[in-house]
């Protein structure tokens, strides 16, 4: 399957979709900061990077300019928990577009599958133009409780796995 970098500065999100897409076979490796990002795109040659626009209290704009610049072809899909950039231009030079506070995991795996399944035919993925919609808060049910899950783990309590219907 493809090599993955997430890049996020939220540890718990960073543990949730290393998880998840490892499940789907994916390598995954995650970064905390853009400082670390460069080594990673060396050692690692991913496939794709899950990028949060959002790092280091700013946004980092600059941060997806100079990737698609070092390589264009490399498939970047940016994973916030901002919605107000769906209207910005320069967007347009990401691949894809979610906000994480709204989506299912699911939507999620599906969307990396399409960008991946894009670059092998290399071509750039239009993925419902760039824009995954979804229900208002509050956030989906399958994402609130894999998050509280990997949250509980994260501060060591013993949480039961959460179900909803």
């Excluded at 320069?90 to 577009?97: K, N, V």
């Amino acid at each position: 399957m493809a090599n993955i970098l997430v890049v996020d500065d939220q540890p718990c999100v960073r543990e949730l979709l290393s998880e998840e897409l490892a499940q789907e076979g994916h390598r995954v490796s995650s970064v905390s900061d853009a400082k670390l990002i460069w080594q990673h795109l060396t050692d690692s040659r991913p496939d794709l990077v899950l990028l949060d626009i959002y790092l280091d209290g700013c946004t980092r704009w600059d941060l997806l300019r100079d990737i698609k610049n070092r390589d264009p072809d490399l498939p970047v899909f940016i994973f916030t928990a901002y919605d107000n950039f769906a209207e910005d231009p320069r967007l347009s030079q990401a691949d894809g577009y979610v906000i994480k506070s709204f989506v299912a995991l699911d939507t999620l795996k599906q969307k990396v599958a399409e960008i991946l399944e894009c670059k092998t035919a290399s071509h750039k993925a239009h993925v419902d133009g760039n824009l995954v919609t979804a229900p208002a808060w509050p956030a989906h049910p399958e994402w609130l409780g894999k998050f509280l899950e990997v949250l509980g783990q994260r501060l060591s309590l013993k949480l039961p796995r959460l179900k909803f219907k």
